[in-house]
């Protein structure tokens, strides 16, 4: 396979962009290498500037669920694009999203859109703060809410796969506000909430982790957190970036049949272009500018363009329900094509899965929270993941991201995958 294009991309984006990437776990810094770059993409495959083409199994990080380029997006973009691309002033069209928002997702009274996940994050947590009145949030090791200060403390994504523990340039007045504790432990919770009682504006939590790999929440977690929030006044936040409009129309509320109070939105929702939101429940939501004080604006939030490819995407995903059925059924099947291939080698791993979100883990114990993530052998997947590019198979560039299957995916390309799996565990030794 020849990549001379993307190394030589590569090289000159080195002189203008920060690490020649706009993201950095882009930059295949942990698994080593050139990061390819990409000229297209259609349905589920990805092209790079060489013209080698690849299986892909980020999706963008999630929004492409129905596949690269799929028709009535493109479409839809293409005809509201020739209306102008922005207006700075509401449109009907902000009307339909956010009543089709409240249609699919349990929970969402009123919904104010954004930008992106990070600024979803950032400002349903400033919500949470302005209603309660109470200054610190508890989020768990390894989750990763976006890249707004308040939230870069024990974080996974990128922080994880660069191994930055401290980020320089974040106050320690902010940082002491951030609260954490290991995923899926309760009494760990129950012990901050014991000594900081009444100074806790809000849980957040991702319902399924996608930050450090594909994680699941224990029986009952997401349940007893609810309860706790409750009994506390805190606001419970579902960060929802990943599994919205992903695990079912209704996201992970609907899907693990627990409510939040705040839920935010991204990747999926805005089917490729910037979006991010976040709602819930009217009383809370009223403390949002202009009804109430709690300031959050943006110049393109609710802009056309983004709107009418979030809006056509989850119109499909709402009136296509069997989407989610299919998406289901192809990533079992890949989830047990992988266990095969790892049996087969002798290779002690953890696929872990819900709905479309998988990930592998090289571990002979149960991933279930940020430790059992990075006690992993990474080093293992550094190379599994080069093995699996030389077979034309594109996977996260890193073992703490989740991976996303999109519906274009066909029973060939799963069976190339697992296949292409079965050889790379052969290639890299894995089982010896
Ligand atoms: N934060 C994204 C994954 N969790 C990475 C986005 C990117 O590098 O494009």
């Known amino acids: 396979m020849y990549t001379e294009k993307s190394q030589s991309l590569f090289e000159r984006a080195g002189h203008c962009i920060p690490g020649g990437v706009n993201s950095p776990v882009r930059a295949f810094k942990s698994v080593g290498g050139t990061p390819l770059f990409i000229k297209k993409a259609k349905g589920a495959y990805l092209y790079d500037a060489d013209n080698n083409a690849y299986i892909d199994y980020i999706a963008s990080w999630g929004p492409m669920i129905l596949g690269h380029a799929h028709g009535p997006v493109i479409e839809a973009i293409r005809e509201k694009a020739l209306e102008s691309t922005s207006y700075g002033a509401p449109t009907e069209l902000e009307i339909d999203m956010a009543e089709l928002i409240q249609d699919m997702a349990p929970n969402v009274d009123l919904v104010r859109m954004v930008s992106s996940g990070t600024e979803a994050c950032m400002s349903a947590l400033r919500l949470a703060r302005g209603y309660t009145g109470r200054n610190k949030f508890i989020k768990f090791e390894g989750c990763y809410h976006g890249h707004a200060d308040a939230f870069l403390v024990k974080a996974g994504s990128g922080l994880a796969t660069l191994d930055i523990q401290t980020v320089p340039g974040i106050t320690g007045g902010?940082?002491?506000?951030?609260?954490?504790?290991?995923?899926?432990?309760?009494?760990?919770?129950?012990?901050?909430?014991?000594?900081?009682?009444?100074?806790?504006?809000?849980?957040?939590?991702?319902?399924?982790?996608?930050?450090?790999?594909?994680?699941?929440?224990?029986?009952?977690?997401?349940?007893?957190?609810?309860?706790?929030?409750?009994?506390?006044?805190?606001?419970?936040?579902?960060?929802?970036?990943?599994?919205?409009?992903?695990?079912?129309?209704?996201?992970?509320?609907?899907?693990?049949?627990?409510?939040?109070?705040?839920?935010?939105?991204?990747?999926?929702?805005?089917?490729?272009?910037?979006?991010?939101?976040?709602?819930?429940?009217?009383?809370?939501?009223?403390?949002?500018?202009?009804?109430?004080?709690?300031?959050?604006?943006?110049?393109?939030?609710?802009?056309?363009?983004?709107?009418?490819?979030?809006?056509?995407?989850?119109?499909?995903?709402?009136?296509?329900?069997?989407?989610?059925?299919?998406?289901?059924?192809?990533?079992?099947?890949?989830?047990?094509?992988?266990?095969?291939?790892?049996?087969?080698?002798?290779?002690?791993?953890?696929?872990?899965?819900?709905?479309?979100?998988?990930?592998?883990?090289?571990?002979?114990?149960?991933?279930?929270?940020?430790?059992?993530?990075?006690?992993?052998?990474?080093?293992?997947?550094?190379?599994?993941?080069?093995?699996?590019?030389?077979?034309?198979?594109?996977?996260?560039?890193?073992?703490?991201?989740?991976?996303?299957?999109?519906?274009?995916?066909?029973?060939?390309?799963?069976?190339?995958?697992?296949?292409?799996?079965?050889?790379?565990?052969?290639e890299i030794g894995a089982g010896n």
């Open 174 to 426: 902010v940082s002491q506000d951030t609260l954490t504790c290991p995923y899926n432990d309760l009494a760990a919770v129950e012990g901050l909430l014991e000594a900081h009682r009444g100074e806790i504006a809000a849980i957040i939590i991702e319902p399924v982790a996608g930050n450090m790999g594909c994680i699941l929440p224990a029986p009952g977690y997401l349940e007893s957190l609810r309860h706790l929030c409750i009994r506390e006044g805190i606001v419970l936040i579902f960060d929802e970036v990943m599994t919205g409009f992903r695990l079912s129309a209704g996201g992970a509320q609907q899907t693990l049949g627990v409510d939040a109070d705040l839920v935010t939105f991204g990747k999926v929702i805005g089917g490729g272009l910037p979006v991010g939101a976040f709602g819930g429940k009217k009383e809370i939501m009223k403390h949002i500018a202009p009804l109430g004080n709690v300031y959050q604006a943006g110049t393109l939030s609710g802009n056309p363009i983004a709107m009418i490819a979030g809006y056509t995407t989850l119109k499909i995903l709402q009136d296509n329900p069997d989407i989610y059925h299919e998406l289901e059924t192809k990533t079992l099947y890949l989830r047990d094509g992988l266990r095969h291939a790892c049996r087969q080698s002798g290779t002690p791993a953890v696929v872990n899965q819900l709905g479309s979100m998988i990930s592998l883990h090289f571990s002979e114990q149960p991933v279930t929270n940020f430790s059992s993530a990075a006690a992993s052998r990474n080093d293992l997947f550094n190379r599994f993941f080069h093995a699996m590019l030389r077979r034309g198979i594109y996977l996260p560039p890193s073992a703490f991201e989740s991976w996303f299957l999109n519906n274009a995916l066909t029973r060939e390309d799963l069976d190339r995958t697992i296949g292409a799996a079965t050889e790379s565990l052969l």
